[in-house]
């Protein structure tokens, strides 16, 4: 159903009203929909959680600080130092698939009504939290992995692209009456989502590039996570752009919300399988 449809139940509350167009695809459906991608989200991280903390799948890597100190006769020189040792790739892996296992049934259930109510107006702001966490952890893992191991880089790494979901959100808070007045897109807080978005993977890809310079040996599943994640990565973007410019089933915002889902699962099942089936091969 393509045609702008509006559904108020009074004049002096606004809540329930439809902004966007009425969508072929039920709340019903989407309620269950957010139920099986929970459960699917939830069985994958406990599974990672499992399998992280036994003894022959151990591994460590050490996370570092630079500040600088004097020495004599040289001047001012960085002075790393171990700041902790990261022991817990499972339940760091798994840990973000629990994020959204935990977001998915809570709009499944508790918040079921809110969510209803925030996609009528094309917004899902639990969508864009879960995002910048769990995806913040996603990025800090895939930096780790190129050899960023410096505390405060991987800090704003994270920063960064929180920010960038943040920004997602901004979009879809700046455009819920864009639909209704028959406004252009405001695409602003997309364009500094963009920028936010790629600050990381500009850092990744420069620790990436060094080591093929220098000669060191990337493992495969690295490389494998490098392409597959910058696409899924990217995909998200995308997504947004053909839900703002109504490219054919995008029309319907709906339909975007369930690629949102599909594209976040499948990222974040990738992400966790690469990483145990790299790290814990035998040639990994």
Do not use: C
């Not at 459906?29 to 399998?51: I, P, T």
């Not at 790739?89 to 977001?103: I, N, T």
Request: net charge positive; aromatic share 20%.
């Amino acid at each position: 159903m393509n045609a702008i449809l509006f559904y108020m139940t009074s004049t002096e509350n606004k809540k329930d009203e439809w902004l966007i167009p009425k969508s072929d695809i039920s709340f019903e459906y989407l309620k269950r929909f957010n139920r099986n991608m929970g459960l699917l989200h939830l069985v994958q991280g406990l599974l990672m959680v499992f399998l992280g903390f036994l003894p022959q799948l151990s591994y460590s890597n050490d996370v570092y600080t630079f500040y600088l100190e004097f020495q004599y006769p040289i001047g001012v020189v960085p002075n790393p130092e171990v700041i902790f040792t990261f022991t817990a790739l499972g339940a760091f892996v798994g840990s973000f698939l629990l994020m959204s296992a935990a977001a998915h049934l809570l709009i499944a259930y508790p918040l079921n009504k809110i969510y209803m109510r925030n996609l009528k107006k094309g917004i899902n702001k639990v969508r864009w939290f879960e995002y910048a966490l769990s995806s913040s952890v996603m990025i800090v893992l895939i930096a780790m992995f190129f050899g960023v191991l410096d505390f405060w880089a991987l800090f704003m790494i994270f920063i960064s692209n929180a920010l960038m979901n943040m920004f997602g959100l901004m979009m879809e808070l700046h455009n819920v009456y864009t639909r209704e007045k028959g406004e252009k897109v405001r695409w602003t807080a997309f364009y500094l989502g963009v920028i936010a978005g790629a600050v990381p993977w500009i850092v990744i890809t420069a620790y990436f590039v060094n080591t093929s310079v220098i000669g060191g040996e990337i493992p495969w599943f690295v490389y494998m996570i490098y392409f597959i994640e910058l696409a899924f990565f990217n995909s998200f973007a995308i997504n947004m752009i053909l839900q703002y410019k109504g490219v054919g089933k995008w029309k319907d915002y709906l339909y975007g919300e369930r690629v949102y889902q599909v594209l976040s699962l499948i990222a974040k099942t990738f992400l966790a399988w690469l990483v145990f089936a790299g790290v814990f091969s035998p040639t990994g």
